[in-house]
Nanobody, 124 residues
Framework: QVQLVESGGGLVQAGGSLRLSCAAS????????MGWFRQAPGKEREFVVRISRSGKTTYYADSVKGRFTISRDNAKNTVYLQMNSLKPEDTAVYYC?????????????????WGQGTQVTVSS
């Protein structure tokens, strides 16, 4: 059974930092591109960032570029999202996802597996 389990969310003040983790079981993430998406209340799920299988290629949404950093540890079967300089508009449920492709996509429909999400709330 494939599971992606996010953790590390919480409440933080604007300007603060959080580090999200996505631990995978039932699949080997080295065979997958990985992505992070988020969904704010009343809004559609939106792409945040993706990382290729090898970790050599990343692609960030403009809204988080320069503030967020994705990384992966294939040995630990885990993907991370370091979020710095957080803003209230970053408040959302954050989801990690696995795409059986080399580079990944910013289209949520391309992803094969999803985690249950972790809440990030940024207060002003």
């Amino acid at each position: 059974q494939v599971q992606l389990v996010e953790s590390g969310g919480g409440l933080v003040q604007a300007g603060g930092s959080l580090r999200l983790s996505c631990a995978a079981s039932g699949l080997t993430i080295s065979s997958y591109a990985m992505g992070w998406f988020r969904q704010a209340p009343g809004k559609e799920r939106e792409f945040v960032v993706r990382i290729s299988r090898s970790g050599k290629t990343t692609y960030y949404a403009d809204s988080v570029k320069g503030r967020f950093t994705i990384s992966r540890d294939n040995a630990k079967n885990t993907v991370y999202l370091q979020m710095n300089s957080l803003k209230p508009e970053d408040t959302a449920v954050y989801y990690c996802a696995a795409d059986f492709a080399r580079s990944g996509s910013h289209d949520a429909a391309e992803y094969d597996y999803w985690g249950q999400g972790t809440q990030v709330t940024v207060s002003s």
